[in-house]
């Protein structure tokens, strides 16, 4: 069977037709799933009633899963899967998160652009995230084709950044937004780790910028130095022709790979309406520095 896909963008994104994920796909079909991934970045599937276990089935079809949620107080949570990260305004009891509350704090961060997991020392490779309850405005999802960001810069800027390795932290991103509150154990568990800045990426054979605002440091680079590079760097990529934005329905399930994309979050009155969505995220093969140099 040949995947049916619609084209939303351009350069990258395809609506997939035609798929009911309630039943996981055989190895044929998750192929074909592979291979539009490596051609598109950003899988789109409309109207898919998926419950935690059916996603989590969707997801173990694909690959290995991350095991680990990276997030503060993680034993607060509603979902009983720990492979599932609850990217929701909601508390445990379903309730909207209190204004104050520092979860809600935290993940304001998922509004600055970003790879997912790139603070891990084996970072993720999709993730892919369900929309349970959608707000009526607001809180839409960008991504940006860090693949033909890459293809634009100039020449002289890809020699000066091919080879560099940059330190992510979820402590980087945060301290963007001034947040600094964590528990010493949480500090040790978000040590920075070590990422090229531009990768290889296998399955369509061409390179991509490996950006996040999870990078707080350029090795041998004078901080503000580094921090002014990667800003510039995140500025260019961001431009609007390498950017899609997905405005939410209930059950559409988006799939993007980290390795040649970056999203952020958009805001929305969550201090009004619910918005829950739910994550399951594939984990990449190995640190990014033991896989092929650019
Ligand atoms: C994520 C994420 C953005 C959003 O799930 O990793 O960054 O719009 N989500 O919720
Ligand atoms: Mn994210």
């Known amino acids: 069977m040949a995947l049916q896909l619609i084209p939303l963008h351009p350069l990258f994104v395809a609506e997939v037709k035609g798929l009911d994920l309630r039943t996981p796909p055989g190895p044929g079909l998750c192929e074909e799933i592979h291979r539009a991934m490596d051609r598109y970045a950003v899988l789109v599937f409309r109207d898919q009633r998926l419950d935690d276990d059916q996603q989590m089935a969707f997801g173990e079809a694909l690959g290995p899963l991350e095991q680990d949620r990276a997030t503060v107080d993680v034993h607060k949570t509603r979902l009983k899967h720990r492979q599932m990260n609850d990217i929701s305004n909601l508390d445990v009891d379903g309730s909207l998160l209190a204004a104050d509350d520092r979860r809600r704090m935290f993940n304001l961060g998922n509004q600055l652009w970003h790879s997912d997991s790139s603070f891990k020392a084996t970072p993720a490779k999709y993730s892919m995230l369900h929309a349970r309850v959608v707000p009526p405005e607001g809180g839409d999802t960008e991504f940006a084709d ?11 800027t890809k020699r000066q950044v091919k080879d560099l390795v940059c330190h992510h932290s979820l402590l980087y991103s945060r301290a963007q937004l ?109 640190p990014t520095l033991e896989q092929r140099a650019a």
């Open 146 to 156: 860090m693949r033909a960001a890459w293809d634009a810069l100039p020449e002289k």
């Open 178 to 286: 001034g947040f600094a509150d964590y528990t010493e154990e949480e500090k040790k568990r978000f040590a920075p780790v070590r990422q090229r800045l531009v990768r290889w990426h296998p399955g369509s054979g061409r390179h991509s910028l490996y950006l996040s605002s999870h990078i707080g440091e350029i090795e041998g680079w004078p901080r503000p130095e580094a921090m002014m590079l990667i800003r510039n760097l995140t500025e260019f990529a961001t431009q609007r022709q390498f950017v899609y934005a997905h405005k939410w329905r209930q059950w559409d399930l988006v799939m993007w790979d980290n390795r040649t994309t970056m999203h952020r979050a958009r805001p929305f009155e969550d201090k009004t309406y619910p918005r829950d969505m739910r994550r399951v995220t594939l984990t990449d093969v190995a």
